[in-house]
């Protein structure tokens, strides 16, 4: 009886050993196989989120006054804390690079926080739990996990897991002066969207815009006090001339000055002053050259000279100099400009222009 015991446990021994043996195999097919590649940071939408994107829908007071001298970096306007709906579930592992990608404007450089709204002096700032969101790729987002691997036969394996992110966290938006400005509007729509890096489904990385951030209704930007023009439109009357004066192409004849004349209250004195003229019609293509926009001469434009009798360039701010309180003149000249072959006749340009403070 106990020899016949004693050969027993040794089966039973043997028979535990063949288990273990089996199990590692198990446990060790379970991992992934193929080539990998190298650890990666990202992340990836969960299988539980309401939308690969959430909107972040702003709204801001239609009009804002802002004050003539007021100094670059001061915010102007700032929204209530709003929610992003819907709330985007994300998987992310590893130091994943976000940031915002602007969608009105230039995205800026590293360290600038301040986005351009394609209104000359207005930019916007995201602000979100208290920070201040930086343009992408600048930004970092820690996820206290190591990053993924690919493997070409099984896909992404993160081996200490994921991070699992709802982005719900009320955000503000604020409008910052950023150079000169004038009177304008910032128009609604989507202003940018929050980015990050992602992890693409056949390896390697992508991008994915988790929220976008818009702003529901246009912002009437007003200049409180602001100088006033005494006479607007102003009308220029160039002389009559002979064809004969315009000799060749690039000819010029019948220099007038003629002047924007301004009233500036004791509120605006001291701001900086700039003037902007811009296109009525199609452009020259020549500095400082309007082509007409009526009558019945052909070849010959209109060019538009500053006060140092140097073309102006269209849809750039040319600075006037320090706002004194008073009456004051922006000081032009025009002349005729001969463009190709010069048809006898009448002729009629125009061009806009915009006051900017700052």
Known sequence: MRRLLSHRLRISRQSISWCGL?????????????????????????????????????????????????????????SSATSTSPSPIYDCAGNVPDGIVNNVGATPAAGVTTFPTGIPGISYQIVRGGNTLVPWPNGVMNTGVSGCNYFSRFGWYCPQGTANYTFSVSTQLQLVVTGSFGNSTVPAGTLGYWQFQSLADGGGTSTAQI?????????????????????????????????????????TAGTIPFAIALNCPS????????????????????????????????????????KSSNPVTFGTPQSVGSISTGASNISFFARYYRTGTVTPGTLQASATFTLLYQ
């Open 22 to 78: 089996l199990c590692l195999l198990l446990a060790l097919s379970l991992l992934p196989t193929g080539k990998a590649d190298a650890q990666t940071s990202g992340c990836m939408l969960d299988n539980n989120s309401p939308g690969a994107q959430g909107t972040t829908s702003f709204s801001l007071p239609s009009t804002v006054s802002v004050a003539a001298n007021t100094a670059i970096g001061t915010v102007i306007a700032t």
């Open 211 to 251: 929220v976008a951030f818009s702003l529901s209704n246009p912002v009437n930007i007003v200049i409180n006090p602001a100088c006033s023009v005494t006479t607007n439109p102003v009308n220029v009357t160039l002389p009559a001339i002979s064809t004969s004066a315009l000799g060749s192409t690039g000819a």
């Open 267 to 306: 509120g605006a004195s001291g701001a900086n002053l700039s003037v902007q003229l811009d296109y009525n019609g199609t452009a020259s293509g020549i500095p400082g050259v309007l082509t007409p926009t009526g009558g019945s001469s052909a070849g010959v434009g209109v060019q538009v000279l500053n």
